[in-house]
């Protein structure tokens, strides 16, 4: 197989023995979910101990899964650390098996509930104190679209919770998603606190249809015209002047030509209540809104490492062609869940949008 895959332990990597004993290894990577690994282990006895369940993979073992395709570099889908055992054994332990579940590296950010109060910083600044306590980098684009600085003056952030958590439930409510990764090497994480960024090219396309070139499997494609595409918020503020935010706009650049309500014909409105210091806070929690309910459109599928010849990864955006003007078009990454063995790499993703294409020309080919 020209694809490899690589499991490393505690920063090492395992010898021969284990992946000749390793029945299945899931990676699963979310927008806005904690990663998430599952491992299947033939058990043995060894010295009168079970192998694996008291010694390579404890509590808390720091756990990596690097996968390098036949062209490109090293991606490291997975690092974090063993949380959950559970062991089935047979007389004889000939079919004795120990799965093996763990979560990405910002499992260690929910360790703690805290009480704390954060005054005079912005968002992002307080993503990127509570990253820097556990050596996370934050990404540069964190300071994007940011919040205004929450002042004593006005109503301070009040942490009652967990890290991760916390930054979490921030991130929600002003359209940001936060998550903890490593791309390239384990032990060089990243921290996200950011909104998609969609615009650029796609990093591949993925083609159904192509008789020599195709590169992707089975494609189920869905939208949901139900979703707010207009949000009216009015506050009260603590400077005793009043304001009213009156949008449409997600703040997110379309993903191709026709958002929800060019498409749909229909304008649904919802009425934000929310607390807010200012005008700009109100409206980036409105666009929070807006943003959530504008992936209407989604794609599910599956495509093989070996064809595909790149890893998909969350948070990029890849083109989907071939498949009508509806469809076709850009797509963000929002989950991948990849299935490795000896033999192959699957990886079946979500891919949301929010947009559709154009209406199709006069006589037009249905997959034009």
């Known amino acids: 197989m020209p694809n490899t895959f690589e499991v490393q332990v505690d920063g090492e990597s395992v010898d021969d023995s284990f992946y000749d004993q390793l029945l299945s290894l899931e990676v699963e990577e979310n927008a806005d979910l904690p990663g998430a690994v599952q491992l299947g282990l033939q058990v043995n006895v060894d010295q009168g101990e079970l192998t694996f369940v008291n010694d390579t993979l404890k509590p808390f073992t720091n756990i990596a899964v690097v996968i390098t395709p036949e062209t490109g570099s090293p991606q490291c889908i997975f690092d974090g650390y063993v949380l959950t055992h559970r062991l089935h054994l047979d007389a004889g332990t000939t079919s004795s098996k120990l799965d093996v579940w ?17 005054a005079d910083v912005t968002d992002s600044d307080v993503a990127s104190s509570i990253f820097a306590d556990y050596g996370i980098t934050p990404a540069d684009e964190n300071s994007s679209d940011d919040s205004p600085t929450h002042t004593e003056d006005g109503n301070t952030l009040m942490q009652r919770d967990t890290d991760i958590a916390f930054l979490r439930n921030l991130a929600h409510s002003t359209g940001k998603l936060c998550r903890v990764v490593c791309a390239d090497k384990p032990g060089e994480r990243t921290g996200y606190f950011a909104r998609p960024q969609l615009d650029g ?20 494609f869905d939208w949901d015209a139900t979703r707010p595409t207009h949000v009216a918020a009015k506050q009260v503020f603590l400077s005793d002047s009043d304001g009213g935010v009156d949008t449409s706009d997600s703040g997110l650049s379309l993903l191709d030509e026709r958002g929800l309500s060019d498409f749909s014909g229909q304008t649904t409105s919802v009425l934000l209540t929310a607390p807010a210091d200012n005008a700009d806070e109100l409206t980036l929690k409105a666009q929070a809104l807006l943003e ?17 010849k790149t890893v998909l990864r969350v948070g990029t955006v890849v083109a989907i062609q071939g498949v009508g003007s509806l469809h076709s078009g850009n797509y963000l990454v929002w989950s ?33």
């Open 292 to 308: 959530d309910a504008n992936w209407f459109a989604r794609c599910e599928g599956e495509s093989d490492l070996a064809r595909l």
């Open 336 to 368: 991948v869940r990849h299935t490795i063995t000896a033999n192959s790499h699957k990886m079946r993703f979500t891919l949301v949008r929010n947009a559709v294409g154009p209406e199709p020309a006069a006589g037009a080919s249905l997959l034009g």
């Open 201 to 220: 090219d796609p990093v591949l396309t993925l083609d159904l249809n192509d008789p020599d070139s195709w590169n992707v499997g089975p494609l189920d």
């Open 102 to 118: 763990g979560q990405d590296a910002s499992w260690l950010m929910n360790t703690e509930e805290k009480v704390k109060e954060w």
